[in-house]
């Protein structure tokens, strides 16, 4: 998808791979000669001693000069390699800064598109959408709460005063109700003692003219 919106391919990175991958063949080949020509001439060597031994110096000197040549061309191979290794990090370091491009130019291009296909006008009205949605849910949320029918026509400020009458009345028969019913403290009587009777009363005058009056109306 990428590699058709940026309209490019990978060759130049596959490019610097193969030529990474050709320089470590050459590195190993020169390492592998360099390690030849070093047993040739530890060979040189020990043939130089044996001639030493042996009393011919001639041969022992043709095999130091051979040793020499062997080391003249080990010295050209680990040049060589040092040259192969300055190429291969040269190449590396450009590969990395290749790769790191490609992907900065890889990501704006995937940001330009996507940028295109969402216009900030489309944003907008999303938004107006969200927003006009969110007020109709609203709405109908207090449609849904107000009351309907008889309930609608109930006065809040008449109900709400004669719940605090009814919380007065409440309150009032909590603080009154335990003095009202409680009972009567009986009367204490030493023992041994009986009551006194109350004194009777004293007739009035009119009150014996009617008991005199009961008493002829019997006879």
């Given at each position: 998808m990428f590699n058709r919106i940026l309209g490019k391919t990978k060759q130049?990175?596959?490019?610097?791979?193969?030529?990474?991958?050709?320089?470590n063949e050459t590195l190993e080949m020169l390492e592998k000669k360099e390690n030849l020509l070093q047993k040739?001439?530890?060979?040189?060597?020990?043939k130089a001693k044996a001639y030493?031994?042996?009393?011919?110096?001639?041969?022992?000197?043709?095999?130091?000069?051979?040793?020499?040549?062997?080391?003249?061309?080990?010295?050209?191979?680990?040049?060589f390699q040092l040259r192969v290794h300055d190429q291969m990090?040269?190449?590396?370091?450009?590969?990395?800064?290749t790769d790191t491009v490609d992907a900065l130019r890889s990501g704006a291009a995937a940001m330009k598109a996507m940028q295109k296909a969402t216009n900030i006008d489309d944003v907008d009205k999303t938004m107006d959408?969200?927003?006009?949605?969110?007020?109709?849910?609203?709405?109908?949320?207090?449609?849904?709460?107000?009351?309907?029918?008889?309930?609608?026509?109930?006065d809040e400020d008449e109900l709400e005063a004669?719940?605090?009458?009814?919380?007065?009345?409440?309150?009032?028969?909590?603080?009154?109700?335990?003095?009202?019913?409680?009972?009567?403290?009986?009367?204490?009587?030493?023992?041994?003692?009986?009551?006194a009777r109350p004194a009777p009363q004293r007739r009035t005058e009119e009150e014996d003219e009617l008991a005199a009056l009961q008493a002829e109306m019997a006879l």
């Open positions: 130049p990175s596959n490019n610097a791979l193969t030529t990474l991958d050709k320089l040739k001439a530890s060979a040189e060597v020990e030493t031994k042996a009393k011919n110096k001639r041969a022992a000197i043709h095999c130091l000069k051979r040793k020499k040549l062997y080391e003249e061309q080990m010295g050209q191979l680990a040049n990090i040269l190449l590396e370091g450009a590969k990395a800064t959408d969200i927003n006009e949605q969110t007020e109709n849910m609203k709405q109908i949320q207090e449609a849904l709460a107000t009351p309907i029918g008889s309930a609608a026509d109930f004669e719940l605090e009458e009814l919380e007065g009345a409440e309150l009032e028969e909590q603080l009154l109700g335990p003095a009202s019913t409680a009972p009567a403290a009986p009367v204490q009587v030493p023992a041994g003692r009986v009551p």
